[in-house]
């Protein structure tokens, strides 16, 4: 049995307790949170911990799966728990992946661990089939779409912002910019140009509502280089129009071969997702899956999903494997 910690008990943590359920080769130990764990009822009724008993359970865990958000938790969480576990976590900003590997690089290979970043469906998922895709195409392009869907990274950014009591940020493809990519065209497509963002705000009694909304529009890596559209709601409102957490979105390559190169070829992977992050904890799942065997065979240091084999993600033999997919 692979034994599972979960860092963080919000969406993300509590689907990966739904997901570990569905593994009968993990068995979920606790869940670490910075809350009161008395106040905390699990759903599979396992112990709560405060993050500060995370030191004393090293020897009882074999994955941390860490489920803070990208903006201010994973940067600092990430690296401090890779002193003490094998971890997986679902950083998104994409701008600072190299730096956030480095940091992990260095505190995983100084403790022997294996830690894997970046772990999702974008980036995740979506960067192995872009990966698979220009290799396979290497005269080609590729484009990558998301949503319409709630960004749980983008939505998390907003609620960060002083006065703002909840958010929920759309993602939202430019169908003409989709079109034109889907015709074989290969457009060239500023960021602008291939989606909207729509935010979702409900602000705290008092709260200045312009600063709120100048800090979203102008908030980089995430929102400066969009048209990005923010209304103000009452949180009934929120709750009764956008409780959901839906998502998806599309990678598409386009590429050419033959000698002339005469022939076109577009290569689509797709999702469309009813839960974000319940679907997220099932990858960061697969991926703890994968870290304990790299880190039974001796490796150690940080690794993203372009570095990992896909048969260290299933449960399944290499017989079975090979018997049943190829």
Known sequence: MIR????????????????IA????MQLIGVFTRRDPATLTTLSGVPAYHVDEALNMKDQIDVMILCGGSATDLPHQTPA???????IDSFDTHANIPQHFAAVHAAAQTSGKVAIISVGWDPGMFSVNRLYAESILPQGQFYTFWGKGVSQGHSDAIRRIPGVKDARQYTIPVPAAL???RSGSQPELSTREKHTRECFVVAEDGADLKAIEKAIVTMPNYFADYDTTVHFISEEELQKNHAGIPHGGFVIHTGKTGWQQENNHVIEYSLKLDSNPEFTS??????ARAAYRLQQEGQSGCKTVLDIAPSYLSAKDGDTLRSALL
């Open 4 to 19: 599972i910690g979960i860092y963080g008990y919000g969406n993300l943590g509590r689907g990966v307790e739904c997901a």
């Open 22 to 25: 569905q593994n009968p080769d």
């Open 81 to 87: 728990m890779a002193a003490l576990f094998n971890v």
């Open 179 to 181: 079109d034109a990519v």
């Open 282 to 287: 099932s990858v960061l799942v697969a991926y």
